[in-house]
């Protein structure tokens, strides 16, 4: 495992005239960028486009390397859930840049959003996937990550992602300090790694506890990395892939099972006396996955569900209610879990080096797109624009 690194400093602001002194030489109006442009599912395109032009209270972001989601996968084989089917609108849209999963430095910024984020021109940032509308009624209530409107970075034409060469930071936007030291990629990981971490608050896991993560890719490793932070009694792994277990392994997972190798249900209840599994997460995607951590929690178990689909499951609920009386509950994105994401990221304790698996050109965007889908050869792929 790599030493560990000091998180990053706020630092010192500089004055204003070498701050308008390096906005000067970061000037881009009128340049061009290339950028992966959408144009439906199965129809990604590298194109030359101009560079965006930030407004008052926002700020130009000098991308350095962008996570590649299974989401963004799903979207672009056309999942209902971002381009809608006869049960449900299209949600995803065309004539945008993909890419929500993002680090990079603050190439332009005026007065008022450095004032309201505490950066300036040269900080490398993340910024949250969802930029909240601030008025509706989730956001009125905290609950931002579920804003109405749902503008994410990489879906909307308002909020175009960052698979280019730049990209606007809205000021709505929720943008964080990031580490200085670490290559970028590896700080593009705070956005799944923000997920996992979600997932695990809501699971309100308990010392006690026997916790199962299903699936080893890059958010199943931070949810058994999340888990393990909470000091349960066991964490059990469970994958196809032998490496994907060896990475859980070293990600604070006590026990691993390939389920192409045994039976996890039995496996589970083996090593909890016969009653199953306090807390079931899921994180494969899979819809077969669903139903088996069903049937390996206990009675009054917890079961997270995280993964999107790419096509509705189907459960028997008697499970659910008459059977176990389960506590089911859905987790989305990031809610307030970023700055442990990055403190995590910055420890040192996870290998790093192994989760970020493949750093390509933006040019290679497709071939990243089939790194993803190829499971078995990478975890977690980025592009550097």
Known sequence: ???PHTLFCAGRRPDRAAKEQSMAETQTTGKTMQAVIVHGPHDYRLEEVPVPVAGPGEALL????????????????????????????AWAETDTVPGHEFT????????????????????RIVAEQIVPCWNCRYCNRGDYHMCQPHDMFGFKRRTPGAMAEYLVLPKEALVHKAPDDLPPWQVAYAEPLSCALHAVERADIRFGDTVVVAGCGPIGLGMIAGAAAKFPQRIIALDALPQKLELARKCGADVTLNITEVDVVEEVKKLTGGYGADVYIEGTGHPSAVAQGLNLLRKLGTFVEYSVFKDPVTVDWSIISDDKEL??????????????????????????DEICSHQLPLARFQEGLDLVADSANSVKVSLIP
Request: with cysteine; charged share 25%; net charge negative.
């Open 104 to 123: 990079g430095r603050i190439a332009e910024i005026d007065e008022e959003a450095s004032e309201r984020w505490g950066v300036v021109v040269g900080d």
């Open 327 to 352: 506590n089911v509950l859905g987790a989305h994105l990031g809610q307030n879990t970023w700055p442990a994401a990055l403190r995590l990221i910055a420890s040192g304790r996870l290998p790093l």
């Open 1 to 3: 495992m790599s030493a």
């Open 62 to 89: 000098k991308v350095e390397a962008v996570g590649i989601c299974a989401s963004d996968l799903k979207c672009y084989h056309g999942a209902a859930k971002f381009w809608g089917d006869e049960n449900r609108p």
